[in-house]
Nanobody
Framework: VQLQASGGGLVQAGGSLRLSCAASGSTFSINAIGWYRQAPGKQRELVVAISSGGSTNYADSAKGRFTISRDNAKNTVYLQMNSLKPEDTAVYYC?????????????WGQGTLVTVSS
């Protein structure tokens, strides 16, 4: 599975951005796909993920402001981010997971930088 993330950039606080993650390869094997982020000096954290069945898991910081969606025909997942705050500044990584025989396999995109200015 290969993941290509795009859509990051510089935005003012209160603004919006949409990130895209295009998956290729063995996309049929993906059980969940979503977004993580890593701010400077902090650990990578889950933003939101969506399972193959459509269940979503949002971080508390993302609830009410961020929305994940997917276009199965394009093998693409989107992250719509509204009401952005300076604390949302981070490198955002697309992540896909495959579950097999009790193990979880993670695939990562290259990351896209989101900078929110105050």
């Amino acid at each position: 599975v290969q993941l290509q993330a795009s859509g990051g950039g510089l935005v003012q606080a209160g603004g919006s951005l949409r990130l895209s993650c295009a998956a290729s390869g063995s996309t049929f094997s993906i059980n969940a796909i979503g977004w993580y982020r890593q701010a400077p000096g902090k650990q990578r954290e889950l933003v939101v993920a969506i399972s193959s069945g459509g269940s979503t898991n949002y971080a508390d910081s993302a609830k009410g402001r961020f929305t994940i969606s997917r276009d199965n025909a394009k093998n693409t997942v989107y992250l719509q981010m509204n009401s952005l705050k300076p604390e949302d500044t981070a490198v955002y990584y697309c992540n896909a997971q495959r579950y097999q025989l009790g193990r979880t396999y993670d695939y990562w995109g290259q990351g896209t930088l989101v900078t929110v200015s105050s």
